[in-house]
């Protein structure tokens, strides 16, 4: 039997937007694409990048639905956490406390 993973320093979270988007899904279900844009301030295609490396780690689900309040074809793009996305934040998050603290034992 191994022990459960303790803090993991996570490369694919750390980088700064990956952090803030992973921040804002921390306590919701899900958040619309243009709503994370919105509060961090960034533009379509550096938050879609940014979305896509954290999709193809499996740290985040990406689903389009049609809006029911517009007329055209234009669709909502709702993003979230997975199991294994809110674990890692939640274990870099402890890493990043240990490091704070001076622990030299964070895996990484």
Request: proline residues 6%; hydrophobic residues 45%; charged residues 25%.
């Amino acid at each position: 039997m191994s022990a459960p993973p303790g803090p993991a320093f996570n490369e694919v979270i750390h980088s700064p937007v990956r952090l803030r988007i992973c921040g804002l899904l921390r306590r919701m279900s899900e958040l619309e694409f243009a709503l994370i844009r919105d509060t961090l301030g960034l533009n379509d295609a550096n938050l879609s990048k940014n979305l896509r490396v954290l999709a193809e780690a499996g740290f985040v689900t990406v689903r389009k639905e049609s809006s029911p309040v517009r007329a055209d074809a234009r669709r909502l793009t709702w993003v979230a956490l997975t199991a294994e996305g809110r674990s890692a934040l939640e274990d870099h998050l402890a890493a990043l406390a240990r490091i704070a603290e001076g622990s030299p034992d964070v895996a990484g």
